[in-house]
């Protein structure tokens, strides 16, 4: 069995907060508000054993850097094609807090028997663009713990919706 398979990142969900409403004002006009909170994800450090038998100096110099005994680590691969080695045990290291406000406001209008309301959409009001995924293999260019992927920024959606 390959050493560090234990404790199965899925398990560790860390915490996560959601908060979703809307308030309804005076002359039809509503509100609504929609918020998360996640707290930083569990990350592994993983390689395949061809990076391991083949090591760039960049990648061993990553490894050193976190403090990964390469020599110890090589002997858990028997040859260049035997798959993914967990240099570290699953989940031994975080990401990053993730949080999202998203905002809509709706205005309705009486047209005789049809109702027809405005919409006005704002996702990621603060525009927060933080990492939501990360390089887990050391021997990638990045090198570890790179961000691969962002929030998308703040956007804006207008749209209408007809009630008869």
């Given at each position: 069995?390959?050493?560090?398979?234990?404790?199965?990142?899925?398990?560790d969900k860390g915490q996560n907060y959601q908060v979703n409403?809307?308030?309804?004002?005076?002359?039809?006009f509503t509100l609504?508000?929609?918020?998360?909170?996640?707290?930083?994800g569990a990350l592994s450090v993983v390689t395949t054993c061809y990076?391991?038998?083949?090591?760039?100096?960049?990648g061993l110099?990553?490894?050193?850097?976190?403090?990964?005994?390469?020599?110890q680590m090589l002997g858990y691969c028997q040859n260049p094609t035997s798959g993914w080695l967990l240099?570290?045990?699953r989940g031994s290291r975080r990401g990053a807090d993730l949080w999202q406000l998203d905002l809509q406001i709706a205005k309705g209008f009486?047209?005789?028997?049809?109702?027809?309301?405005g919409i006005v959409s704002a996702f990621n009001v603060a525009s927060g663009e933080k990492p939501t995924s990360f390089n887990e293999d050391p021997f990638v260019r990045l090198g570890w713990g790179a961000p691969t992927a962002w929030q998308?920024?703040?956007?804006?959606?207008?749209?209408f919706r007809v009630e008869f």
């Open positions: 069995m390959l050493p560090n398979l234990r404790p199965l990142v899925a398990w409403g809307y308030l309804q004002f005076p002359l039809d609504g508000v929609g918020a998360f909170y996640r707290s930083a990076n391991m038998f083949f090591p760039s100096d960049a110099a990553e490894l050193d850097r976190l403090g990964i005994d390469y020599g240099l570290e045990p009486q047209i005789g028997d049809v109702r027809l309301v998308e920024p703040r956007r804006w959606e207008v749209g």
